[in-house]
């Protein structure tokens, strides 16, 4: 299983970004695919969530508003269109699955890297 998370870049303040994650050999149609980051010095952090059974979806408060993920099961791949971008969003960014997005995260995949910068 390869799960992989890709589409990031150098974006300046207030641009967009859409990251996606695919996996090979893996249906990510029946997992939760949660969105992580980690920006230099810092903690791992849960960006946001989205469910397999009902897509509900799950977001960190610095990123509501702004940031939005989706899926598309026919493509084998998730979204995170991140907008309004801020100089604090850049980091690696991560996707993982797992059974519910209330739930441990077991599969994780090669992180894209995001920078926000003039």
């Known amino acids: 299983v390869q799960l992989q998370a890709f589409g990031g870049g150098l974006v300046e303040p207030g641009g967009s970004l859409r990251l996606s994650c695919t996996a090979s050999g893996l249906n990510l149609n029946y997992y939760a695919i949660g969105w992580f980051r980690q920006a230099p010095g810092k903690e791992r952090e849960g960006v946001s969530c989205i469910n397999s059974s009902d897509e509900s979806t799950y977001y960190a408060d610095s990123m509501k508003g702004r940031f939005t993920v989706s899926r598309d099961n026919a493509k084998n791949t998730v979204y995170l269109q991140m907008n309004s971008l801020k100089p604090e969003d850049t980091a690696v960014y991560y996707c993982?699955?797992?059974?519910?997005?209330?739930?441990?995260?077991?599969?994780w995949g090669q992180g894209t890297l995001v920078t926000v910068s003039s």
């Open positions: 993982a699955t797992g059974f519910h997005c209330e739930e441990t995260f077991v599969e």
